[in-house]
């Protein structure tokens, strides 16, 4: 009976590991997107799709964690990096959505850049987190978190900028409304990545 209870080693892993790659993968469909803006209908919903893919992968995972009686490190922690992870794809998905429902008809360098930092920010978090099975080995994690942290920095200083540039950019009220909220939600993408990072640094220093 407790041979049952105990998870394979490498399940919670695979499933960290499953969350991280559709992500990457979203973030990408947002960046092309933007930075070739056709066939709008069709990639956001390809992208919605993605976003869907992503839930089934987090709904099993949140399932496994409140079924195994052994977990590879503290619960709480699985669940946060669980969630936090997910929050990235649904704001990435969420950033897309409102393209397409807003009607908005080109896009705009500054949305372009937030997106290609999201882009390396999730591929970063996706790096971090495979590394979370080498949680004996340190360094190169609490390294990739310091360069997450940082992409969020940087993608901050572009949203402020990229807003500066929005509202002296004349145009008419209603856009500047729509964009912003575009900007808004993929640079708060990034933050969830930093997210990630904390929490990922938290589970690091316990167990080193």
């Given at each position: 009976m407790?041979?049952?209870?105990?998870?394979?080693?490498?399940?919670f892993f695979d499933d960290?590991?499953?969350?991280?790659?559709?992500?990457?993968?979203?973030?990408r469909?947002?960046?092309?997107?933007l930075?070739?803006?056709?066939?709008?209908?069709?990639?956001?919903?390809?992208?919605?799709d993605?976003?869907?893919?992503g839930?089934e992968?987090t709904?099993?995972a949140?399932?496994?964690l409140?079924?195994?009686?052994?977990?590879?490190f503290d619960?709480?922690?699985i669940?946060?990096?669980?969630?936090?992870?997910?929050d990235?794809?649904?704001?990435?998905n969420a950033?897309?959505?409102r393209i397409?429902?807003?009607?908005?008809?080109?896009?705009?360098?500054?949305?372009?850049?937030?997106?290609?930092?999201l882009v390396?920010?999730a591929?970063?978090?996706?790096?971090?987190v495979?590394?979370?099975?080498l949680i004996?080995k340190?360094e190169?994690?609490?390294?990739g978190?310091?360069?997450?942290?940082r992409?969020?920095?940087?993608?901050?200083e572009?949203?402020r900028?990229g807003?500066?540039?929005?509202?002296?950019?004349?145009?008419?009220?209603?856009?500047?409304?729509?964009w912003?909220?575009v900007?808004d939600?993929?640079?708060t993408?990034?933050?969830?990545?930093?997210?990630?990072?904390?929490v990922?640094?938290?589970v690091?220093?316990e167990?080193?």
């Amino acid at each position: 009976m407790l041979e049952k209870l105990m998870p394979k080693s490498d399940e919670f892993f695979d499933d960290f590991d499953a969350q991280c790659a559709v992500t990457v993968e979203g973030a990408r469909m947002l960046h092309t997107l933007l930075s070739d803006f056709r066939d709008v209908a069709t990639r956001v919903q390809a992208l919605k799709d993605i976003e869907h893919k992503g839930d089934e992968v987090t709904h099993t995972a949140f399932n496994r964690l409140h079924k195994q009686f052994i977990t590879p490190f503290d619960r709480g922690q699985i669940h946060t990096l669980l969630s936090r992870i997910d929050d990235v794809l649904d704001l990435t998905n969420a950033a897309a959505s409102r393209i397409h429902y807003y009607e908005i008809q080109s896009s705009l360098p500054d949305a372009t850049e937030l997106a290609r930092l999201l882009v390396i920010s999730a591929e970063k978090v996706q790096e971090v987190v495979a590394a979370l099975r080498l949680i004996k080995k340190p360094e190169q994690i609490l390294a990739g978190c310091k360069e997450i942290k940082r992409l969020e920095t940087q993608a901050d200083e572009v949203l402020r900028a990229g807003l500066g540039r929005l509202f002296k950019s004349g145009a008419d009220p209603l856009t500047i409304i729509k964009w912003k909220e575009v900007y808004d939600l993929i640079e708060t993408a990034t933050d969830k990545c930093q997210g990630v990072a904390n929490v990922i640094e938290g589970v690091v220093l316990e167990h080193s």
